[in-house]
Every structure is written in C-alpha cells, then in structure tokens.
C-alpha cells in the first residue's frame, strides 16, 4: 500500500468531503453549548451514530458535566488516538447571520462550530469513509475521543483518562484543530503553552466605609495594588524570584520551524507593543515567553466615596517548558508572604501543564510530509501554541505525541461572529487526515 496519495484516492477524499459537507452543516444546527440540556444531548447522540455508522465500537464515559463519546475500530500497527469535543461556545454578538441555522456563502459554511470543533471531526469521519470508497482497508487501529466540556475548561477530562488510560492507550494522537495561515499554507501545532490561573483576595475591613476613613482605615484596593506592583517590574520581567530557572531555551529543530511560521507581529501597530521588542521578534516571544498578565481587578461597584472592604485580581501566568504549576503557584505564595502581603488569598482557579511534541517524532514527520503532499507547500509548523488547553491530561502527562491540524483558515473567527470554513479547506482536510494514517502505517510495519 502506497503511503501517499493516488488520484484515485485524492477523488474518493473530494467525494467524501462533498457528501460529508451536508452532514456537518445539521450538525453545526445544533446548539451544543453548556447549559442546553437537549442541544448537548442531541449533539451527543449524533456523534455516537457516526461512529457506529463507520464501525466503531462505542462507549460513553461518563464525566463532570457531560459525557465524552469514545469510539474505537480498524486494526494495524500503529494506533492513532484522534481527540474531539462537540460542545461549542455560546452565540456571542455580532453575527450578520444566525449563529445555530448554518448558511453556505460564497463556498464557506457559517455556523457557531464550523471551525471548532465540528468541521475536524466530520473531516476525520469523512477520511475513514473515503478509504473504504477507494477499497483500502483502514491502515491503523484508531480511537475517537470526543468530550463535551472542552469550552468550559474540560473539568472531568483528568479523571476521565485517569479511569480509562487504559482504553486510551496509543502511539500519538491528532489534536482537535487548525488552520490555514494569511499565505494559505497549512498550519501543524506540535504543543501548548501551560496556565496557572489564580485569583489574589485582599479583604482589610468588617463592611464598605465612607472614603472620609480612607485617613485612618486600611484600604483593600491599595493593598491589592501594592501586592500586583512587586509580582512584574516596569522591566517587564517577573519579579517572583525562581519563575524562570525551570524555562528551557529553544532547541535547534524549534528555531528552525519558528523561521518558517507566519510573522504574527506584521498587523500589530508598534505602539501596542512592549519597549524593546521589534515585530519580527513577536512569534518568537508569544511561542518561548511565559507571561504573567492580570486580566480582571474588582474592588467596589463604582461610583460614590466608598473604601472597598475588598478587592480581588485574576492572574493568568501562561508557562512554558518545562515550567510546573503547582510549583510557581508555590513561588508566587513565598514570594507575597515574604514580600509582607502574606493576609493576601491566593486561590487556584486552573492549571494546566505545558505539553510539547519533538519535530522530529514520527507523528508531527508524518503530518508533515502529509501537507507538502497534500497542499504542495511547506506547512507552517509551530512548536507550541500561544493559547493553553487540556492537551497535557491526554498526551504530555502520558509520554503521547500529539500533532494539531485541521479545516479551518486565517479568517474562521473560531469563537467571534460568523465563525466559518470553506469548502476547499474541509476537502483538503479529509485528504490531510488520510495521507497522515497512511504515512504513519508505512513507518509503523
């Protein structure tokens, strides 16, 4: 079996994406957002007879908030975990057409899902069914994972994999998404950044009081403040002593990809940026930098001569390798209480560990010659992610290399209004879906 693509099997991929395109059209009409007990049931219902419908057997797992359909079939010598979610962010404003009654304009579907994360997994569906038309065996035993909590931070996935690992075990695994970049090449992701994100609580009064006080009582707002001022200087550099010692520096094989993906830095206007940084240096920092950003301050409603009897902060310190969590979390507490803000709460809100792929492993190998073949360019390989997900519970905390690539394109507005993709993009991702098995099956014999 040849480990590429044959003209008859390019044709059987564009005949499977043409029948496929319809069904994921339905599919986007369903509102499978948290919270709507029929569209996420619904939404559940469907992907379990997809998966039926191409011979896998399938099991529900139950998890916090809703269940994870899991499908396994075909045989071979690799295995090959894809990883899913049919849960979609709500509508959110601005749409010029219905976010759930998906609509085809100018050759691209719009509907809320269409990029994330419904069109990859019909594009994936639609692979396996365009390898039957074109009479080949499925190259690779291959399981389906595909959770409903992923857009409200994918709460039960931990204990989830803790329950099943076994059941999904595998030799690498494709992620939920991507695209294709402003110069239509392919985008492969071989990592995420990691998140701590924790909330800072100062309360320094019984109830509010007049802000005639503010000469004699303590005031929660400033001391919240205060506590912020000595966590980043005017440097830009976290000021936590220890944050950095566990960053490791780019390795060859990552410069060499960081040279080939887009100048995200083009479109920012230079008075948005930080001293120092140039815009050809702006990919380079959101791939390798760890950040500490504040992202919410409350203290009080507003309006009026009011002290706060408290005040709050939310962080979101993104990480890179191979920074812990659990560890800065536990720099950042040491670094307030010796710096004398030790009344101040730091409570947890997420965490999540950075997870990166080698560009060299078999999997992000083989989804990249997949792309030359199928698109004819070189893709845009990107080591890490600048976002964060549940990437680490699946694959990075269990030695699985993972590779990201999908249907979408520059201008999806995954999460905005009129979120869409195109036709071409879906076919060319059922085709991309195929080459990678095929290819990875060649090197698993």
């Known amino acids: 079996m040849s480990a590429g693509l044959t003209i008859g099997l390019r044709r059987a991929c564009d005949r499977a994406a043409g029948r496929w395109f319809p069904r994921l059209q339905e599919f986007c009409a369903v509102r499978s957002v948290a919270g709507d007990a029929e569209g996420m049931a619904r ?8 998966l039926t419908e191409a011979g896998a057997r399938v099991v529900l797992l139950p998890s916090v908030r809703a269940p994870a359909v899991y499908g396994e079939l075909g045989e071979g010598p690799v295995t090959v975990l894809f990883y899913n979610h049919y849960d979609v962010v709500d509508e959110g404003p601005g749409w010029t057409l219905p976010a759930f009654a998906p609509r085809v304009r100018g050759k691209a579907l719009y509907a809320r899902g269409a990029a994330d994360n419904k069109g990859n997994l019909a594009a994936r569906l639609a692979a396996l069914e365009a390898m039957r038309d074109a009479g080949l065996t499925l190259p690779a035993r291959l399981k389906f994972l595909v959770e409903g909590e992923e857009e409200v931070g994918s709460p039960g996935l931990a ?7 076994r059941l999904l075990a595998a030799d690498c695994c494709v992620w939920e998404g991507g695209y294709r970049d402003a110069r239509g090449r392919p985008t492969i992701r071989l990592g995420m950044k990691g998140l701590l994100r924790v909330e800072l609580r100062c309360r320094c009064l019984g109830a509010d009081a007049h802000s005639k006080m503010a ?52 479109g920012v206007p230079p ?3 930080l001293p120092g940084i140039g815009p050809r240096e702006v990919t380079r920092r959101l791939l390798f930098s760890p950040t500490l950003n504040v992202s919410a301050l409350r203290a009080g409603a507003g309006g009026g001569t009011v002290m ?32 004398g803000f030790g009344d101040v709460e730091v409570a947890l809100q997420a965490a999540a560990r950075p997870c990166r792929t080698p560009p060299r492993s078999p999997v992000a190998r083989a989804a990249r010659e997949a792309a030359r073949e199928v698109y004819g360019v070189e893709p845009a390989v990107y080591p890490l992610s600048p976002g964060s997900g549940p990437l680490h519970v699946v694959c990075g905390d269990r030695g ?40 990875l099956a060649s090197w698993g014999r």
């Open 400 to 439: 699985l290399p993972a590779v990201a690539f999908g249907v979408g394109h520059d201008g999806s507005s995954t999460h905005g209004p009129d979120e869409n993709i195109r036709l071409e993009d879906f076919r060319q991702g059922v085709a991309m879906v195929v080459c990678t098995l095929l290819k």
């Open 271 to 273: 008075a948005e940026l």
């Open 308 to 339: 706060p009897a408290e005040a709050s902060a939310t962080l979101d310190i993104r990480l890179v390798p191979d920074q812990d969590p659990a560890e800065v979390e536990r720099l950042l507490r040491g670094h307030l209480a010796a710096d």
């Open 43 to 50: 939404a559940v219902s469907t992907v379990q007879a997809w």
């Open 215 to 266: 000469a004699v009582k303590k005031s929660a707002a400033w001391r919240l403040v205060w506590a912020l001022a000595g966590l980043k200087g005017r440097d830009e550099r976290v000021s936590v002593p220890g944050f950095y010692d566990a960053v490791t520096v780019p390795t060859a094989d990552d410069l060499e990809c960081l040279a080939g993906v887009e100048d995200e830095g083009a």
């Open 159 to 165: 204990g989830l994999v803790a329950r099943h690992g």
